[in-house]
């Protein structure tokens, strides 16, 4: 039994041996260094939760952060009420503005939708133009380009002229393909299961 067990600790070790050559290699191919775009969409719950949690990570390592809000217009929720208690303790590391009217079916008015989503790429533009901000996230910012408040081409090419080492998370369901193409790192969360549907309230 004994020599079973060595042969089995053996071939993991190799296996293991064998995964940190690839890893390393790859670790090592990995040269540039520059901020990147990140898109979280699709239909599964957690895509600002996930952006919210690099931004406690990016805070942790002291970085200016700065979060803009689209289409939302609650200002209660968990997150925004944790994070502007941090706010309020270090006003240099950390910016949050909820800038939305609230969601399309909610307001049916689009062009108030639309002078909300104006106003906040605007907040917006004066972080994607700052060098000391580090991370910028445009939370539910997918649905401002989905019905056409502002133009997707200027709106990339704001993000393309940024500082070179300024990070950008973006959120929302049905990321335009012209966003997704221009991102570095897209992530489409898909929804197996959700309470809500069993009846559960949210």
Known sequence: MQHVKDEKDERHVQRMQRKKAVIDGKIAAATAERGVVLINTGNGKGKSSAAFGLVARALGHGFKVAVVQFVKTRSDT?????FARYAAANPAELSWHVSGEGFTWETQDGERDARAAAHGWQ???????????????????TYVLKYGWLDTTKVLATLAQRPHMQHVIVTGRAAPDALV????????????????????KA
Do not use: N, R
């Not at 968990?78 to 944790?82: L, S």
């Open 123 to 141: 907040i917006a533009c004066g972080y994607l133009a700052d060098p000391a901000t580090t991370l910028v996230v445009l939370d539910e910012f």
């Open 78 to 82: 968990g997150e925004q009420g944790f």
């Open 181 to 200: 193409e221009a991102a570095d790192t897209v992530t489409d969360m898909t929804m197996v299961k959700h309470a809500f549907k069993a009846g559960v």
